[in-house]
């Protein structure tokens, strides 16, 4: 072999080496709020030509799970609510290491129940009719609702009274098995429907300091706010931490409030064990947060790990320590990479907290979704709910398009769809719908319904407009909806707002999707590229239209457009001109939010409750205002790198008005117009009623 051919063998070699020892370790990173935002700061250090590792910055931590399974990274930080999810969806990856406040405890917490010696509780089965003090509700970030009603879950027999939520039987079970108790906070997230129960089953706030408030503000409330009404007589079992009943009795550094010789641990084997015991009987305990890798590379990423220490200062190690750590100040290296369901193996409780038993059959909220990954994103919506123990449960049905799943909803097979808002009157008048929640918006991305022109016309107002070539973005649309109402409003047109009424007021015009009927009109100037927001101000800025009625936020983005073959391309802002007669601030003839969620007319009002109870919490959890120091999913925001998926990423919160919040005073609400119009119809209709009715009663006379 010539020395040619051994010198490019040699460069191959190296050069398949260098790539080899160039490849570096992804860690999957998901910013948190405020302090917690910590790529832009320790990334960038991760680039050092020795560092072994590179930062991927995902969504949120579910979408860290997803991109570890799929290969496209290769570890991160994850909760035990996390593994659960992955566990459930089948997802290979291994837990490398603990990420422990403390070194020397095996678990982030664990939960006990402590009795009063003198209340005569030897067992589970002596528990009915005592005072049960509950460390209450609103701090879920730092105690998760599913652990802290365990114990509840545990010893009270549950209820499945068909009338009432889901969660209104777990209060009734509560309220009939325990004599008094302080459960303090939020039951419900809905502040209506939590005052309403509140009302209704009095005996669970009547141990608290104040009873008719019940609220977050109680002495009474929060993880030592259970132990005081224990130790204050004015309860005889409590639910709480271990590390909270230890510091309450002196058995640790913080204060000893009263003699633990008074108190005893009551055993999830129906035992008693003094309160200073060495080895305390715990219900349920929640695991450490966690490092977990994909498979084949957990061993190596698990040294490397291993490694890692806060004496080393301004390295790449060093920020990738800051990365992993965020709150906590231990790595602990586990014997080996475990499988999730060996790493809760000693974790007492914990995978079985969402196990009990509910009621049967089981009720279930059957999500409408119109795309493969509309399915996939409401899979991990449901997921997640599971995990965080949200009932009822969710199921996810997929359907070719909105209107399919309006006729599912009809058709009692599946039971919510969000709706866009052009819509709206379609699954009202044709599907029978009505909206259960809006996605609230700010006032820039809320649909808001403005008459546009060429800059060079002269309208001025409506009126002025009688002839005029108009261009509509949809039919039976807000903006098709809303001009009708107005014109009718105005007195433009007849008595009831009619297809024929517009034609006869426009000249020819486009309203796409209208049903090709003797309104010829109405669709006579359409062209294939005029449908939507954009395909009207073409039809405007084309020259085939006079007027548009579009959003107002849409004309913004067709000048914006960066793409060269957009009919908004070569405009500008200045070419057009908003008709604004003074009616309102903005001159809008009505405004929508992005998207409802609307489910069937006929739905009892317990389901109503239930369902609408389940939005709200999941809101909480995942929505813009989430507790967590990370972000367990995205419920409004991209979903795999796509915008939009099942919700909007503007949407700010779900509320059961359009407004984003009780201050938002902007007027003429699309919900609104659609009422009138319903009144109208349902004026005529009654007039039609009544004149048949005269006319037979005249007729029946004559006979007479």
Known sequence: MSFRTYQSLFLIVVSVFGVVLSEKYRLCLVDGKGEYKRSARYCPKLDATDSQVECIVALDRLDCLRRIHKGTADFAVFTPEDLVAAANSQMDILVTNELRYFKEHQFEYEV?????????????????????CHPGYGYEADWIRILSNYFEASVVTPQCDSDLTITENRIKASSDFFGKACKAGPWINDPILDREMKDKYPNLCALCDVQDKCSMQDKYWGRRGSLFCLTDGAGEVSWARLDDVQQHFGLTPGGQEDNPDNFSFLCPDNSLMPVNSSTPCVWVVKPWSVVASTGNKATEIQKLISTLDHKERNTWKSSLLNLLEITYLNIVTLESPHSIEMYFHNAKGFLNANSFSGCHPPRTIRICTTSNIETAKCSWLRESAAVYGIEPDLDCLKADNTTHCMMALNDNAADIVMVPSDMVHKASKKYKLKTLFYETVPDTEKYIVVPVTRKDTTFKDLADMKGAKAC????????????????????LIGQCSRDKDVADFFGPSCVPNIPKTEEESLWKNCQSDFDGDFGALHCLSSGVGDVAFVSRNSIQKFVATQN??????????DNFNVICKGRNSSCHLSWAPVSQGMVRRNSTDMWLKDTFNVFMQLDGLFGKYYKDITSSFTMFGRYDGVSDVLFHDVTAKLREVPTI?????MDLPYNQILEKEVICHSSSAHNVISFSFIISLFILQLFI
């Open 472 to 491: 509509f973005p949809v039919y039976d649309g807000v903006a098709w909806n809303t001009v009708k109402q107005t014109l009718h409003k105005e007195k």
């Open 564 to 573: 060269v073959n957009s009919p908004g391309y070569r405009e500008k802002l």
């Open 661 to 665: 919040k009780n201050t938002d005073q």
């Open 112 to 132: 006990v129940a402590v009795v009063s010696n003198h209340a005569n509780i030897k067992s589970k089965h002596d528990l009915k009719n005592k005072k049960y």
